[in-house]
């Protein structure tokens, strides 16, 4: 199933079931929000789900972009990337958890036609401060689907205060044969959608306050489901990823590991700089500047000649197209290239400031912190200077 498909299917079912779809937002969270990036499908509703009325209503779907850094060391495995897609259904104070899995059970079997018997689901255990999520738990034994209760894996919020609340995942099986364990002990169990029953607001102080009505917020990642339906082993080989993966091994032969690192980083980099970003030393620009960076750094360290001048338009078009962006290619490549040339500046001055006597032997936190801060080093790069 094409990941056009996959969407559609999504958007239709929950809208046969009273769901509007909304757009999209940014990446960009409004001006006064304490992230940088928007994470999730459910942040650009926050006031939403706080209890402000939304003007199309308590029931909605959409297709929401998002970007992660903090799975950013992950990236390069079978499942993780830095901006992915997230279908997303919100129910505001209307139906609760039990009849948002009770769809999404039918979506991923009816819709999708994934097997019940490579479903595995999780619900929350528990502890001082909420009790157990029977309802769901319940939910999922009447559809024979084995659950598992775990305690800090299913209760979502995100960010330390705000709306929070327990979740019930669904997991499903990526190993060959009959599945076996279960998905804290098996990683062949992968995560496709997450249904959090937001009923409470932590509080500064740590405290659980219920949020006044009770909310479902679900988010599914396109792209992992993409792998998945269209029998893929990693992200990077469904179809989102096909023009990066038929230009970049030709341009850059690279390990498996490296090419996916690049190819990450290099469309979410198109991604951040569509959505107004550009490099710099703090906030959003550094993040973009370190995606940028660690590119290089991948491509140098194989063969210094390497550069970003020779990455076609294709991939760089598709993924504009794909996020519904308005910028030009021709601009997303000044970017990329101007950053390429300040980082070879920093280089050539790491490279001398380094060969002077202070710092000829082992370098200690001091040094590291002297190069950054007097030279402006930053510590990866001189690292990787020296182990280059
Ligand atoms: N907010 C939850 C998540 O990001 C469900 O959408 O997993």
Redesign the pocket.
Known sequence: MHSDQIVRTFVEYFEDRGHRRITGSTLLPPPGDPVLFT?????PLTPYLEGRPHPLGDRLVNLQR?LRTTDLDEVGDDTHLTVFE?L?TWSLGDYGGRQSLEWGYGLLTEGFGVDPGLLHATVFGGDDRCGPDVSSLELWQEHGVPVEPTVEDNW?S?GPTGPCGP?S?IFLWTGDGPPRSAPTRDDRWVEV????M?RHRRLDDGSLVPLGRGNV????GLERLACLLQGRRSVFECDLFEPWRRTVPGLWPLDERSLRVVCDHLRSAVVVIGDGVRPSNTGRGYVLRRLIRRVLTVLRGEDPSRGLVDLPEEPIRHTLDRFRLQEEVESVRRVLLDEERRFDRLLERGRQVLSRPRFRGPLDEEDLHYLHETHGLPRELVLGLRSG
């Open positions: 994470t999730s499908g459910m942040h998002c997230m997303g979502w995100n979740d995942e959608w997450n249904h959090v937001m917020d679900t988010g599914l």
